[in-house]
């Protein structure tokens, strides 16, 4: 269920690699794609150092699960989009030589009554096979896709993943004497989804025509939830603002750091891993806030595909600020897919010393 991200519609590849077949000498490639409620994305990387290099994407907005709150049911159309994504993804892994991949879908596929009969649609126009991920596997995998942004010398990190149906929130604890870094994972204290995100939350109060409100409407529905779903009163109570930080895996926060940067046109490269201050995000927000509609369609950073989500986004960000408060936010262009590429990488042993693949650039 991720959310909306300041992407044009095809993403290209970060570190484009020379020729379209994969050297049978060179290092094997992997594939994460994800079919969320709003977007379908790929990315292909071969391993790197203790890491890997992106050397294909592909993103595009397919509103999966446009009108599923009402209906209970994907349309015939939001299916027809996301077919019309996958024959694409399909193309690229068969022309790249993938040697293994993971093909997951989210919160529309979830929670749609017709859900696992899209998926035999998926089998048989596009000719792949997606499972789909459990809401604990979600929130795992963004957590190890973003490991590189946490900062180990604090005391916890509150991570959230603010997706188009459903929204993963995930407190990480490290405290005084223990080990920092590492696997992420293994220092998840809590975790859980909220049954909310971007598409879900602007279908409910409006997307185009938001005022102070509207906003305030959506931001009481998302701390509602919260409430229910993450009664967390240790993290209430051990929170230092000053020790813990925020991570946050969504386009509303790579809007908000695009904005935030005045970029022209959106850049990855000096997104991914902006630090924020909490005056800068409630800043940010109400620049969001005071601008109409077609302000947000002009705006670079957001454009006419995000325009009517970007503000559903900001009131499930502010539940979260005013539950807990934080004095910084990390921002990651990062989550899900990546996660998943680490995961595929560390089971298969290709960060092992002494491979045989050579460093390439």
């Known amino acids: 269920g991720r959310g909306e991200r300041p992407h044009g519609e095809r993403e290209g590849p970060r570190e484009p690699r020379r020729g379209r077949h994969r050297d049978p000498d060179g290092p094997p490639l992997y594939a994460a794609l994800d079919l969320g409620t709003n977007n379908c994305r790929l990315l292909v990387a071969e391993p790197w150092h203790q890491s890997f290099r992106v050397v294909d994407a592909f993103s595009r907005i397919v509103?999966?699960?446009?009108?599923?709150?009402?209906?209970?049911?994907?349309?015939?159309?939001?299916?027809?989009?996301?077919?019309?994504?996958?024959?694409?993804?399909?193309?690229?892994?068969?022309?790249?030589?993938?040697?293994?991949?993971?093909?997951?879908?989210?919160?529309?596929?979830?929670?749609?009554?017709?859900?696992?009969?899209?998926?035999?649609?998926?089998?048989?126009?596009?000719?792949?096979?997606?499972?789909?991920?459990?809401?604990?596997?979600?929130?795992?995998?963004?957590?190890?896709?973003?490991?590189?942004?946490?900062?180990?010398?604090?005391?916890?990190?509150?991570?959230?993943?603010?997706?188009?149906?459903?929204?993963?929130?995930?407190?990480?604890?490290?405290?005084?004497?223990?080990?920092?870094?590492?696997?992420?994972?293994?220092?998840?204290?809590?975790?859980?989804?909220?049954?909310?995100?971007?598409?879900?939350?602007?279908?409910?109060?409006?997307?185009?025509?938001?005022?102070?409100?509207?906003?305030?409407?959506?931001?009481?529905?998302?701390?509602?939830?919260?409430?229910?779903?993450?009664?967390?009163?240790?993290?209430?109570?051990?929170?230092?603002?000053?020790?813990?930080?925020?991570?946050?895996?969504?386009g509303t926060v790579t809007t908000l750091a695009g904005v935030h940067l005045g970029l022209t046109r959106y850049d990855r490269r000096r997104v991914d891993g902006t630090w924020l201050g909490d005056d800068d995000v409630a800043r940010m927000i109400g620049q969001l806030l005071a601008m109409d509609f077609a302000d947000r369609v002009a705006n670079p950073c957001i454009g006419g595909d995000r325009a009517d989500l970007v503000l559903a986004g900001c009131a499930i960000l502010e539940a979260i600020r005013r539950r807990w408060r934080c004095d910084r936010l990390r921002v990651a262009d990062r989550g899900l897919r990546e996660g998943m590429l680490t995961e595929l990488m560390i089971d298969d042993g290709v960060w092992r010393r002494g491979n045989r693949w050579p460093r390439r650039g």
Not at 120 to 125: A, F, H, L, S
Not at 220 to 227: F, G
Request: hydrophobic share 40%; with cysteine; charged share 30%.
């Open 63 to 250: 509103r999966l699960g446009e009108g599923l709150s009402r209906s209970g049911r994907l349309s015939e159309a939001a299916q027809d989009r996301a077919i019309d994504a996958l024959r694409v993804c399909r193309a690229k892994l068969e022309s790249r030589g993938i040697v293994r991949s993971r093909l997951v879908a989210t919160e529309a596929c979830r929670s749609a009554e017709n859900g696992p009969a899209f998926l035999d649609r998926v089998r048989e126009e596009a000719g792949l096979s997606l499972e789909i991920l459990t809401r604990e596997t979600e929130a795992r995998l963004a957590v190890a896709g973003c490991a590189n942004l946490i900062d180990w010398t604090a005391d916890g990190v509150l991570l959230f993943d603010i997706g188009g149906g459903s929204s993963e929130l995930v407190w990480l604890e490290f405290g005084a004497g223990r080990r920092h870094g590492g696997d992420p994972t293994r220092h998840i204290r809590s975790w859980t989804s909220l049954p909310v995100g971007v598409v879900t939350l602007s279908e409910r109060h409006g997307g185009v025509a938001v005022g102070e409100s509207v906003f305030e409407d959506m931001v009481a529905d998302v701390a509602a939830l919260i409430d229910e779903h993450a009664d967390w009163r240790e993290l209430d109570e051990r929170l230092m603002p000053e020790r813990y930080h925020m991570l946050g895996t969504s």
